[in-house]
T-cell receptor, first 115, second 113 residues
Framework: DTEVTQTPKHLVMGMTNKKSLKCEQH?????MYWYKQKAKKPPELMFV???????INESVPSRFSPECPNSSLLNLHLHALQPEDSALYLC??????????????FGSGTQLSVL | AQSVTQLGSHVSVSEGALVLLRCNYS??????LFWYVQYPNQGLQLLLK??????LVKGINGFEAEFKKSETSFHLTKPSAHMSDAAEYFC???????????FGTGTRLTIIP
């Protein structure tokens, strides 16, 4: 199994809603990532988890809250989002954190629309 | 700071023609360089990576890239374009000891029948 699975594929939410994005991998990878991608732009790193601990937070607003319950799962909790947060949210994993030449495996993403 | 520059946000080639997508990096230390491809409504998939073992790197789907230190370049090529190559291509860079992979701005490849 070389897949990173993200659910849901599409999500529409209001600015007062609370929702969660989920990501799962069963490749035994110990590093997991959240990226945000706006249309026609490159992915921007949000968070990195290494061995289930938060390793990098790229100064992401607190309305985004990551969680890594175990080595296979990564969640992104959303609360009080703004319309400008609408984007494709990509989850990725790698054997270890990207310190050398680690390959990232990406999920297909969750397309989020904030109304 | 580490960075890559992709020249040409949009490249169009005829089916069967040579594909050349350009990537230049800025670095004072040896970089690790990658090319990723993104098809519409999909995540990113690794095409190939440079890790200093060989300057000419072969990847999937007939793509290859050559690391040229003197030119600080890592251009992606394919001898003969296929319709299925139409996608967004991202060059990316990381460095030993750095946990962050930085992407270029991307090049959209269009194949003309």
């Amino acid at each position: 199994d070389t897949e990173v699975t993200q659910t849901p594929k599409h999500l529409v939410m209001g600015m007062t809603n609370k929702k969660s994005l989920k990501c799962e991998q069963h490749m035994g990878h110990r590093a997991m990532y959240w990226y945000k991608q706006k249309a026609k732009k490159p992915p921007e790193l949000m968070f990195v988890y290494s061995y289930e601990k938060l390793s990098i937070n790229e100064s992401v607003p607190s309305r985004f809250s990551p969680e890594c319950p175990n080595s296979s799962l990564l969640n992104l909790h959303l609360h009080a989002l703004q319309p400008e947060d609408s984007a494709l949210y990509l989850c990725a994993s790698s054997q270890e954190v990207v310190r050398t030449n680690e390959k990232l495996f990406f999920g297909s993403g969750t397309q989020l629309s904030v109304l | 700071a580490q960075s890559v520059t992709q020249l040409g946000s949009h490249v169009s080639v005829s089916e069967g023609a040579l594909v050349l997508l350009r990537c230049n990096y800025s670095s004072s230390v040896p970089p690790y360089l990658f090319w990723y491809v993104q098809y519409p409504n999909q995540g990113l998939q690794l095409l190939l990576k440079y890790t200093s073992a060989a300057t000419l790197v072969k990847g999937i789907n007939g793509f290859e890239a050559e690391f040229k230190k003197s030119e600080t370049s890592f251009h992606l090529t394919k001898p003969s374009a296929h319709m299925s190559d139409a996608a967004e291509y991202f060059c990316a860079v990381s460095y030993f000891g750095n946990e962050k992979l930085t992407f270029g701005t991307g090049t959209r490849l269009t194949i003309i029948p």
